[in-house]
């Protein structure tokens, strides 16, 4: 077998020259252009770990905004499905409770009236109906026939809801007092302008409307007190409530188109009215020891 020369030319494995040093055969190091070529698949790499880190957080943000859209469609289907007219009474341990029905076959702590929706402007005698202004709206001989139906009996422009508040104590001694408020909750596009609110209690009826938006007087027309406040219509108490007793409250609520503020601008419109009760004063079983 021929020596192997010393000074000849390195053996070529597989295409690649393979030089022999003091520790044995090695790789040559790359050239320049194979150098380039690494550090591009680097390069490549930190890109697509940036692209994917931004996808995520496009991503993320996307689902928060649609988390936020998705919260604020449900409050206001919430608020629009809730009723314009809702009523509560804060827990009291004297046994006073709510009920739409006059047996108080079913005693709660909270009401609601279904809204009426797209109300039309009328007028507060075109309520009773007689000359058939509201259509196949329920005719009633007066607003008092009106005020003795329980429960909701809207018409198609006008909200109307009869209630009672009951004291069911066991104990004779649980006298109380109650404030009763009436607020307005919601508006838009200013149609509570134009609102009135008749409230009957025990048959009585008062008319409230916002005060005249030229002079701040009471309105001219279906008006009998302006609203307590800007966005509370009326605030009563009711002193010795007796054991037995039940106060009957009506609520009626209409856009009233004699009212200079009902203008073509509130089209589109809402209102949307709540009614709270508490006992605020009495001797409870427990106090009487």
């Not at 200013?190 to 005249?212: L, Q």
């Amino acid at each position: 077998m021929a020596k192997k020369n010393k000074d000849a030319a390195p053996e070529t494995q597989n295409g690649t020259v393979a030089s022999q040093g003091d520790k044995g055969p090695y790789i040559p190091a790359l050239s320049m252009e194979d150098q380039s070529k690494k550090y591009d698949v680097n390069t490549t790499a930190e890109k697509v770990r940036k692209r994917d880190w931004l996808i995520r957080i496009i991503a993320l943000i996307l689902l928060i905004l649609l988390l936020i859209i998705g919260i604020g469609y449900c409050s206001i289907t919430i608020l629009n499905k809730a009723g314009r007219f809702t009523v509560s009474l804060v827990p009291n341990e004297y046994g006073i409770q709510l009920a739409e029905t006059e047996d108080f076959a079913s005693p709660t702590l909270n009401l609601s009236a279904a809204p009426v929706e797209d109300m039309n402007n009328i007028t507060k005698d075109w309520i009773l109906n007689k000359n058939a202004e509201l259509g196949d709206d329920p005719v009633y001989d007066s607003f008092t026939a009106l005020d003795k139906v329980w429960g909701e009996h809207n018409g198609q422009n006008y909200l109307a809801y009869t209630f009672g508040v009951r004291n069911a104590s066991s104990d004779p001694k649980d006298i109380v007092s109650y404030r009763a408020t009436l607020n307005l909750e919601y508006e838009y596009k200013g149609a509570d302008e134009a609102v009135r609110v008749m409230v009957f209690r025990n048959g009585e009826p008062t008319v409230y409307a916002k005060p005249r938006t030229s002079d701040g007087k009471l309105e001219t027309f279906a008006a009998d007190k302006n609203f307590l406040e800007d966005d509370i219509v009326f605030e009563d108490v009711r002193s010795d409530f007796q054991v037995g007793e039940t106060d009957r409250y009506t609520v009626v609520i209409w856009l009233e188109g004699e009212d200079p503020e009902c203008v073509n601008a509130i089209m589109g419109g809402e209102a949307k009215f709540s009614m709270h009760f508490e006992v605020i004063g009495g001797q409870s079983t427990a106090d009487a020891g």
